[in-house]
């Protein structure tokens, strides 16, 4: 019989002082004892990354980790500026092994993105520097959950998935950047990705509207008119499967749910208060539109519990299964 090919994953373990070291070494021990053809390097201080020795030697021996050295020294929940280019370093790390084929996917734990910008670099999230580094113009945050049967009442498992038209941007500049040009390829990103990544033959794509009640024919706000149904129209021409503008607060309906394959919100908080609601701590954000394949954790670097042992690590687990998933398809096809 023939063993699969083995997927290798990376994971860039965060904000040093988060909870990103721990719930990394935890998740990724539980995949490679669910997946014996994968391999893990975790990205990171191996003083923060201490694999136990009491893990089965089968697993140890597929689990790696790739030292890259702080400023200084670490105390957990306290967050030092400078160690902000070492979480940069393990970020390109990952990227450039992804770009030049020595790992199949990245997964990423949280950074902080404040304490980046206060160590001089800006940046607005791993999102737009992964754009950025891999030279793509436009990309879309995703994010993704299995919803089990008996949540919000659903007789069936259902998957939960939102997409966002912008991303790390105050509130005010929101309605500046929903350009129809700008949301219909984010329509078509989003349209590709659920083809090709995700295998789903006609993706189901609602979307959202800015303002209440979708602008009220133009009474409450002008950008549906002038902005987000022409992109809809254009992506329905182009043979998209894409339904709205629809009011922010019933776009979200359960009893759409198993016709939706996603959720198109305009902005951060829109899309993602609703998702982080039902599925905190086991939801999965995944980058679209990017040559190399990315996913993540939903959730911060929660560095009031950090070090304590306290950390939930099923996202993180959940981000791994996934890229695992993705690779494996991806593989298979090359
Ligand atoms: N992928 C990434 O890099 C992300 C980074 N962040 C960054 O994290 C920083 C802190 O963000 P916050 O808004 O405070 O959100 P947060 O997710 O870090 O914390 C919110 C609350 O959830 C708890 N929590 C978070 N993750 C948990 C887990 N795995 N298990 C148990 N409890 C958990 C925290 O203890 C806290 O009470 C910000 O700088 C933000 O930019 C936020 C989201 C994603
Ligand atoms: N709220 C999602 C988030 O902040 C993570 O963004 P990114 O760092 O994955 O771009």
């Known amino acids: 019989m023939q063993l699969p090919a083995i997927v290798k994953l990376v994971i860039t373990t965060g904000e040093p002082s988060g909870i990103g070291p721990e719930v990394s070494l935890a998740a990724a021990a539980h995949l490679l004892k669910e997946q014996v053809n994968l391999e893990v390097t975790l990205v990171g201080c191996s003083d923060l990354l201490t694999v136990s020795?009491?893990?089965?030697?089968?697993?140890?021996?597929?689990?790696?980790?790739?030292?890259?050295?702080?400023?200084?020294?670490?105390?957990?929940?306290?967050?030092?500026p400078a160690n902000a280019s070492y979480v940069l370093n393990t970020l390109d790390f990952a990227i450039d092994g992804c770009v030049e084929g020595r790992f199949d996917a990245m997964v990423t734990a949280p950074l902080q993105k404040s304490i980046i910008n206060l160590a001089g670099t800006p940046f607005t999230g791993h999102t737009e520097y992964l754009a950025e580094r891999c030279g793509v113009k436009r990309v879309v945050m995703?994010?993704?959950?299995?919803?089990?049967?008996g949540t919000l009442g659903m007789d069936n498992t259902q998957q939960f998935r939102v997409a966002l038209a912008t991303t790390h941007l105050p509130l005010q500049a929101v309605s500046s950047a929903l350009s129809c040009n700008d949301l219909f390829e984010t329509i078509q990103i989003i349209d590709h990705d659920l083809r090709s990544k995700f295998g789903?033959?006609?993706?189901?794509?609602?979307?959202?509207?800015?303002?209440?009640?979708a602008g009220e024919a133009g009474y409450l706000g002008r950008e549906e008119l002038d902005?987000?149904?022409?992109?809809?129209?254009?992506?329905?021409?182009?043979?998209?499967?894409?339904?709205?503008?629809?009011?922010?607060?019933?776009?979200?309906d359960v009893r759409v749910l198993d016709k939706t394959d996603v959720f198109l919100a305009m902005y951060h908080d829109q899309g993602l208060a609703p998702f982080k609601f039902v599925s905190f701590a086991s939801g999965i954000n995944v980058t679209l539109g990017l040559p190399i394949i990315r996913t993540s954790v939903d959730h911060g670097t929660?560095?009031?519990?950090?070090?304590?042992?306290?950390?939930d690590h099923r996202s993180m687990l959940e981000a791994l299964r996934l890229a695992y998933a993705l690779a494996s398809h991806h593989n298979s096809l090359v």
Request: proline share 9%; glycine share 8%.
């Open 53 to 80: 020795d009491a893990l089965d030697p089968t697993i140890r021996d597929r689990l790696h980790v790739h030292h890259v050295s702080l400023a200084e020294p670490v105390r957990s929940g306290e967050l030092n």
């Open 142 to 149: 995703m994010l993704c959950a299995e919803l089990p049967a």
């Open 200 to 213: 789903i033959a006609q993706p189901q794509i609602r979307v959202a509207g800015l303002n209440p009640h």
């Open 227 to 252: 902005q987000i149904i022409p992109a809809i129209n254009l992506a329905r021409d182009s043979g998209i499967a894409v339904s709205g503008p629809y009011p922010g607060d019933t776009m979200f």
């Open 302 to 311: 929660a560095l009031d519990i950090a070090g304590k042992g306290l950390a």
